[in-house]
């Protein structure tokens, strides 16, 4: 699978919509993740869908959030996007520290207060 930064025939206005339908959608599911955490805390007892969505899901967006980040960098630095695109920069490290909180505290909850 090829970035948006490494796709040739996606240029300009085109990678900007492309990045900003990533941006809309991993937001989308990073609040899912983070509502869904802070609703049910604290975790007192394992519950496999509760890990797999906190940690499983959780991980695999922190992910897809540093490759899309990562892209938009070298998208800006070598002029395919707008130095408006280092706003996207800001907003995906502000949602990534906030999801990170959700797998790492889900395992902290569940040491602290002993899985049954």
Known sequence: MKTVAECECIQGK????V???WIAGLTGLSLF???????QEPYTHFNATDALVQVG?????????????????VSVLRGRLSKWG??????????????????FGYVED???FGAR
């Not at 695999?60 to 899309?68: D, G």
């Not at 280092?86 to 797998?103: D, F």
């Open 110 to 112: 569940l040491t602290r």
């Open 19 to 21: 990045l900003a339908g």
């Open 33 to 39: 993740v983070i509502v869904l955490g802070a609703a």
């Open 14 to 17: 085109d990678q900007a919509v």
């Open 86 to 103: 280092l706003m996207v920069i800001g907003w995906g490290v502000i949602v990534w520290c906030y999801l990170a909180i959700s797998p």
């Open 57 to 73: 899901l959780g991980m695999c967006l922190l992910a897809l959030w540093a490759e899309r980040l990562t892209s938009a960098t």
